[in-house]
């Protein structure tokens, strides 16, 4: 059956069946008739939003370059092959578990280019790439590989209607090779450095390499990172000399590959900056080792791009961010290893993303550069765009050449021969570059910067890996919802997350909007309201107000708070601009009117810009609410909460609020053993739980207070909740309470 035919709003998964390098489960999931996340701290919202009836498959993603069904001239392709399919019959709501009607796959079927390998991938039809991909996997219909050959991802790789049109990326090929070929000398780096030190002495242009000092001397480097050895022929030097010394690499690391003609676009080093490392005198026993570490795992993720692969790049990328000498420097070694897969930050590019594509640079990171997250988010958002048809780049490689090429604000020097350079930081000589980067200078750090270590010290018990997962996916989607039982902190922790995300607690970057039944479009949006002189005049509502705000400040974040956000009507309060929310519409050229002009009577196209983040909170146990509808949901990342009780909780309580321990313990068996009793009735379940916020005091207990605090916030908190719970059940409430409150 075409997908086409099933039912409004059909969801399909593709869903892996190892994790983090375990065995896989295939056909343990087939004969149990289930498939399992593994994993308890990733994907749960996901999997909690698959519903019966949903169509499901099993996949593994990898790379490849050999034996393929089209001619791919010698470069990687993604491949996803299907194992399996089947139907959602049922889901247990744990975010664990789902139940599958399964059918296996033999042979197994590979699909190519459009991949996902993400553990958990939703597709959603409606444009043609997923419609292929969903039909070629539940219909058995054949993948159109010429098309995905042509299309502008793709095109300048594997493309067959341009075959005779000119290679205007052919050095690409020569990059990944010599990249490839240097990570044997990672553990072993003498042969290597001893063969440049001989090539130093034949070559113009590698005098640079010999103004090192050690501890009992100077002379040339005695070690080298595989940025500074790549650098050897991405200097602003001229092209002969650059094709000189990556020839005579090339043969010593026995690479075939052509040496490029001409390296137009490719972005070169500043000529006093060209190390990416101290001096051994100055530097780290592991700073090189740490730059071989994230050039390996940039290489393994370009490759797998698994959940493993994609933690060690993070991790390296970080650490070795964090070191003198590399700064922007490190994208700009990544991009050379491999410039299909990551984006160079050098200056141009930089200007260029950020005027021409209207695409913010976040720069959490050291000294006011991107951190991994930052980065890694950044190439996945170029990625996506980069299959616009219309888009002005469709690859990292173009997107360096037209920066190269426009040379957007502050462009290089007229003494760089080639290229472009990289003229911050500190030089190889020890001294001071000018910092030319005018064009997108990060603003000085706010005076209240706020980070997730913040978050957890302000009182949340959470880890800081689950809330580092919640920002992640904020990034993200653009949109979140935290979803959870009465008490357990979604308003609270919706705001800190809203000021983690802007970096700094800044009330004028985050709006706060309650959400109720009689909120209306008018108030939320754009409206008309009465004046002082008993007049009507067009005003714009709160999410006007910051969409506004954020396209005067591209490079700050807007944050959207909206408490209950089920209590109103999200469909009529949005309205058109509803379907401006999805990530993937966040441009000018998605903008739509309104439905009232503006306020000189001009109807001008709005769209919400990236920069503009919406985090909702919503009570699952409240019965008098409508479930939230599907247009919505889709364009949210939904979190759950849940009661956090434990020694987080217990460490806070104590050592902050002063409650008595023995006490602590005593509130928190009670309130699990209350908990344990509303998930076990039928007519309530895990959603009405009671939370933490109710045991939590907001204040510094006198000592002995303990149990008389407790004792009244059981009476005219927990007992009026009971109550409601159990509004139809004479009598039961009282019990719930006598039993919490027994022996007190």
Not at 28 to 35: P, T, V
Not at 149 to 167: D, V
Not at 517 to 535: A, C, Q
Request: neutral net charge; proline residues 5%.
């Amino acid at each position: 059956m075409n997908f086409k035919t099933e039912s409004p709003g059909a969801q399909f998964w593709f869903v892996g069946a190892s994790y983090g390098g375990s065995a896989d489960q295939t056909e343990r999931f087939l004969s149990e008739g289930i498939w399992e996340n593994g994993y308890t701290d990733r994907y749960v919202d996901l999997v909690q939003a698959m519903r019966p009836g949903d169509r499901i498959a099993i996949k593994a993603a990898y790379t490849r370059k050999h034996d393929l069904p089209f001619e791919n001239h010698g470069r990687s392709v993604s491949v996803m092959v299907i194992k399996a399919i089947g139907k959602v019959i049922e889901n247990i709501n744990d975010g664990r578990r789902i139940r599958v009607e399964w059918t296996k796959v033999e042979p197994p079927r590979e699909w190519y280019f459009f991949t996902h390998r993400v553990t958990v991938w939703r597709v959603l039809p409606g444009d043609w790439q997923a419609d292929g991909l969903i039909n070629f996997a539940f219909n058995r219909q054949p993948q159109d590989i010429e098309r995905f050959c042509n299309a502008p991802y793709w095109r300048e790789r594997f493309g067959t209607k341009l075959a005779g049109s000119p290679n205007r990326f052919a050095w690409t090929s020569f990059y990944e090779a010599v990249a490839s070929a240097l990570l044997k000398y990672r553990r072993d780096r003498g042969p290597l450095v001893a063969f440049i030190e001989d090539m130093s002495r034949r070559l113009q242009g590698m005098g640079y390499l010999s103004s090192d000092r050690y501890a009992d001397g100077g002379g040339f480097v005695r070690d080298i990172c595989p940025f500074t050895v790549m650098g050897l022929f991405n200097r602003g030097v001229t092209t002969e000399n650059r094709r000189s010394i990556a020839g005579e690499l090339a043969s010593f690391l026995g690479v075939t590959e052509k040496v490029p003609e001409s390296f137009d676009g490719v972005p070169v080093l500043f000529q006093m900056k060209s190390w990416f490392f101290p001096r051994e005198v100055d530097r780290t026993r592991d700073h090189i080792d740490a730059l071989w570490r994230v050039f390996s795992a940039g290489i393994e993720l370009a490759d797998t791009e698994d959940d493993a692969a994609r933690i060690e790049f993070v991790q390296a990328f970080d650490d070795a961010m964090r070191r003198p000498l590399v700064g922007w420097n490190l994208t700009i070694g990544l991009y050379w290893s491999q410039p299909w897969v990551f984006a160079s930050l050098d200056r141009n590019s930089r200007n260029y993303i950020a005027e021409r594509l209207r695409i913010q640079i976040v720069a959490s990171g050291q000294n006011g550069r991107s951190s991994a997250t930052d980065y890694v988010d950044l190439v996945r958002k170029l990625r996506t765009r980069f299959e616009e048809v219309d888009y002005p780049v469709h690859s990292f490689p173009e997107l360096s050449l037209e920066a190269w090429r426009h040379k957007v604000g502050s462009g290089p020097s007229e003494d760089e021969i080639e290229g472009r350079g990289e003229e911050d930081g500190e030089t190889d000589d020890g001294k001071t570059a000018a910092n030319v980067d005018q064009a997108i200078t990060p603003p000085p750090p706010p005076t209240s910067p706020y980070t997730v270590k913040d978050i957890v010290s302000d009182g949340c018990f959470l880890s800081l890996v689950e809330i580092e997962g919640m920002l992640a996916r904020l990034r993200d989607k653009k949109n979140l919802i935290l979803q959870g039982p009465p008490g357990t902190g979604k308003t609270w922790l919706a705001k800190r997350l809203a000021f983690a995300l802007v970096g700094a607690r800044d009330d004028s970057k985050v709006r706060v909007v309650q959400f109720h039944p009689n909120l209306s479009y008018e108030d939320f949006v754009r409206g008309w309201r009465p004046t002082g002189d008993g007049k009507l005049a067009l005003v714009d509502g709160a999410f006007m107000e910051v969409i506004t705000a954020a396209l005067k400040e591209p490079g700050a974040k807007y944050v959207v708070v909206i408490e209950e956000i089920n209590r109103g009507n999200p469909a009529q309060i949005f309205g058109e601009l509803l379907t401006l929310l999805e990530a993937g519409k966040r441009t000018p050229k998605d903008a739509i009117e309104l439905c009232y002009a503006d306020a000189d009577g001009k109807r001008r196209p709005v769209h919400i810009p990236e920069n503009v983040f919406v985090v909702g909170t919503m009570n699952i146990a409240d019965r008098s609410l409508a479930l939230v509808d599907l247009a919505l949901r889709r364009r949210f990342a939904f979190v759950s909460l849940e009661p956090r009780l434990g020694e987080a909780w217990r460490r806070w309580v104590v050592d902050v609020c002063k409650m008595d321990p023995d006490g602590a313990k005593n509130i928190e068996t009670r309130l699990m053993t209350m908990n344990e009793r509303i998930a076990a009735d039928l007519r309530l379940g895990k959603q009405f739980r009671i939370g933490h916020s109710y045991v939590t005091p907001t204040h510094v207990l006198q000592e002995g207070e303990t149990r008389d605090w407790f004792r009244r916030v059981a009476q005219t908190e927990i007992l009026p909740l009971l109550e409601e719970y159990w509004f139809d059940a004479s009598g039961e409430p009282q019990k719930a309470f006598d039993t919490l409150m027994q022996g007190w």
